[in-house]
């Protein structure tokens, strides 16, 4: 391990996007960046940060200045995970109905699996210094993270926590460092496992247009009450979000929820079955 | 690996199910229970055999008479994998669209931390010594399994692939022959992930009939042609067979099919909205 390929390694390693949310402090800012560059990441997106720029942040990414520059602002947590393709939320533990949930080792071993394999962008979102992050935000992760910790001594704050999650994505970008990201775009890592498939992977933009589909859908045919759904879009999300959808499967099932919905309207007529079969169809 | 507590070590093996479908020689029926006793499987369900009994299957299982008694004749193959959670159909490839796709070590321990983690039943389709197993009857497997050979050499018989499957189950089970089945109900594995979770797998005979309720259901509103579905149901059974629906997921989809079937041919009044959302939502 001490010869190590260093390109291949921040190659690797620039497919992870750190993403905090409404932090308060500056310093936590800085002292992220420094934890980040010690470990070779470099993209950090701030989502609403509280105190955006400050004299501290500079102080504390002290040498990491050139990370500063790179670092990116976004008004929604929405905004910043948008174009990945596997995301992860730091959580001790869901509040409301389980959540797939790994250690980090783990987690960074699967990170870098579905980077060397398939190209996938990554994202580990932390939450704010007090209460970390919301359940709406953490239903947006494909995974939840947690870092084992002595309960009888306390937390980790949220830069030493991002410092392992970076340690732990460089010590798995290093053991798959050999392997060259695959060519075949038709390479895929589902279920942890890494296998031809047909389809690109959807991104995380394109799933929150297809939670809302099937919701609208499902208010529509009035089997969720849009006023109290219960946790019916929790585990909808839950569902969909541990399968990955691939890029077919993704606009057949949105496919057969504007069915239904033109179906419920009376909007659809026999003569545009034909058609939406077809289209539907083509691609399979 | 020397000293192995072989009754842990049987407990763990009881859970993998070896199915031979259509098999035509006895002979191999023989070998493959002498293979499956001297790695400790003892489970064989034969579908539709060509010729049983015979004196050869008792020449060739020297030894394995006990487990001969043992043996379960079935008509079909779904008979066969109705009461398992996670089926590997034996293939070179899938001829279709591409299926999760595991060499059988890893297959063997994804089999194995299933049994340990949230006792799953196994089950292992081996097809037919000419040709295998067919489309439809690997479309019915979770994942497929290969055993890595060298192709300039030809493949293994029908005996020889039972006989490095059940050995690398018997590597995979004294690999976790500490780990004591999780006596905790809502453990399960999910994306080769072991966690809490809130609700029990379902089981191959309960998608059994899933896929022809989101089948018909699809086939009403004229968004799939049953006369020509095209890799559709494929698609379908390649989607939810990678996700391993839980019980909560599965009555909630199925109850959206009911409610799309119920809108479509009229049938559904809003009165029975409200009855409709409880059932669903209470268990949730």
């Keep these: 391990m001490s010869q190590v390929d260093n390109a291949a390694l921040s190659a690797h390693l620039s497919h992870v996007l750190i993403v905090m949310v409404n932090t308060t402090l500056p310093a936590n800012i800085g002292s992220a960046l420094r934890a980040m560059k010690t470990m070779g990441l470099s993209k950090l997106v701030l989502v609403a940060p509280k105190t955006y720029p400050h004299p501290d942040i500079d102080a504390l990414a002290a040498g990491a200045t050139d990370l500063i520059e790179q670092i990116e602002i976004v008004d929604t947590l929405e905004q910043a995970i948008q174009d990945c393709h596997l995301v992860f939320g730091t959580s001790a533990r869901s509040r409301t109905i389980p959540w797939p949930l790994l250690d980090v080792r783990p987690a960074a071993e699967k990170a870098m699996q579905a980077v060397t394999a398939s190209h996938q962008e990554i994202a580990v979102i932390f939450g704010r210094e007090d209460r970390g992050l919301t359940n709406e935000e953490l239903a947006l992760a494909n995974y939840h993270v947690t870092i084992p910790v002595n309960s009888d001594y306390g937390v980790l704050n949220v ?24 060519p075949k775009a038709t390479m895929q890592v589902l279920d942890g496992i890494e296998m031809e498939w047909d389809e690109p992977l959807v991104t995380h933009a394109q799933m929150e247009q297809f939670y809302p589909h ?29 399968i990955q959808l691939d890029r077919m499967e993704y606009h057949l099932l949105r496919g057969i929820f504007s069915r239904v919905q033109a179906l ?21």
């Design 159 to 182: 830069a030493q926590a991002i410092q392992i999650i970076c340690y732990e994505m460089r010590m798995a970008a290093m053991a798959r460092v050999e392997q060259q990201p695959d």
């Design 214 to 242: 099937i919701e609208k859908m499902l208010a529509e045919i009035e089997f969720m009450d849009p006023k109290n759904p219960r946790l019916l879009p929790l585990r909808l999300r839950r569902l969909f979000g541990r």
């Design 264 to 284: 419920n309207n009376g909007s659809w007529k026999k003569s545009s079955t034909t058609s939406t079969q077809d289209e539907d169809q083509d691609n399979a």
